[in-house]
């Protein structure tokens, strides 16, 4: 599996037919205080499949890791990858919402991407220091 991309933004969706909408990508967040409950952030990936990975299932695991390196959650999910179609290698695109997703305290924060265990792609969000409201 080829990463092709993997971004955080406001809002995505996919069409039936596979096309990825995106709006308002960031990496950054200024909350008033923590911890912090950001309402919803999307998750979007974009993956290429190999050779020998056409018609099998796959299992795609996103994690997210603080500064630390501590494990704050795994969504796993099973995949089919297509077959070839006209002589191109088939593509895999995935959203996942997620709701009030918190952040203890500022610092970086690391969306990595899984397939079958194997690293293949990360995002990171930088969680700035509370801002003043003042």
Do not use: W
Not at 69 to 88: D, M
Request: aromatic content about 8%.
């Amino acid at each position: 599996m080829e990463k092709l991309l993997v971004v955080v933004a406001d809002y995505a969706n996919m069409t039936v037919n596979q096309k990825l909408n995106i709006m308002g990508l960031f990496n950054e967040l200024n909350p008033p205080a923590y911890p912090y409950r950001h309402p919803t952030l999307f998750l979007i990936f974009k993956m290429r499949a190999e050779l020998g990975e056409y018609d099998t299932t796959k299992t795609f695991t996103v994690k997210l890791y603080d500064a630390d390196g501590n494990e704050l959650l795994a969504i796993p999910q099973e995949i089919k990858v297509p077959t070839i179609k006209a002589g191109r290698r088939p593509e895999i695109n995935g959203v996942i919402c997620l709701n009030n997703l918190e952040f203890i305290r500022p610092g970086n924060y690391v969306f990595v991407v899984l397939v079958n265990g194997d690293h293949k792609g990360e995002v990171s969000i930088i969680a700035n220091p509370a801002r003043s409201l003042e």
